[in-house]
């Protein structure tokens, strides 16, 4: 895939990481239920790789912050690492995955790089946005209990998208 198409899908994926929460915020609580902005960023990862996945990943909610206020601006940072996070590891393990069934090696990434991303993400919580008050009891039950139907729809949707744009030619094959 040459770079001009990387960044064109990369500029689409950012701009869903705009949309997207717009329209399911209608919905109350809709941000940690379906994590909207994850989608395109894992996507982003799983097509065109950890480099610009990571992009997608730091772009997506610096620009909805900007553009439409969510999320709020204190949090943007901590969005921004953990969607980076999602996407540079789902890109670097569909690079290291070959399972030789395509189905297989999405789950395998995606799964993997949801625990990956989540682990980020909470190291930097505890470390820097929260620092002495972030507990493996708080990380777990905000990366994971809260967020259990976020990550249903996230294993049913993406592993289909990336799928159909692979039949669709939009992406390059991989067997």
């Given amino acids: 895939m040459t770079n001009v198409k990387k960044i064109i899908i990369s500029a689409a994926l950012s701009a ?12 109350p609580n809709a941000g940690v239920l379906i994590s909207p902005m994850h989608i395109p960023a894992f996507i982003a990862g799983l097509t065109i790789g950890p480099l610009y996945g990571l992009i997608v990943g730091l772009l997506g909610p610096f ?14 940072p901590q969005m921004m690492i953990e969607l980076a996070s999602y996407a540079f590891f789902a890109g670097l393990l569909m690079r290291l995955v070959h399972t030789y069934n395509y189905m297989a090696d999405l789950y395998i990434s995606l799964l993997l790089s949801m625990v990956a991303g989540r682990i980020v993400a909470g190291v930097c919580r505890a470390l820097f946005f929260s620092s002495g008050s972030y507990s493996f009891n708080a990380w777990l039950a905000s990366y994971f209990v809260s967020t259990w139907p976020a990550i249903i729809i996230q294993l049913a949707v993406i592993p289909a998208i990336v799928f159909a744009l692979e039949k669709a030619n939009l992406i390059e094959k991989r067997y």
């Fill in 16 to 27: 869903l990481c705009v949309v997207l929460p717009m329209a399911f915020h209608a919905i």
């Fill in 63 to 76: 620009l909805s912050s900007i553009l439409t206020g969510m999320p709020a601006f204190s949090y943007m």
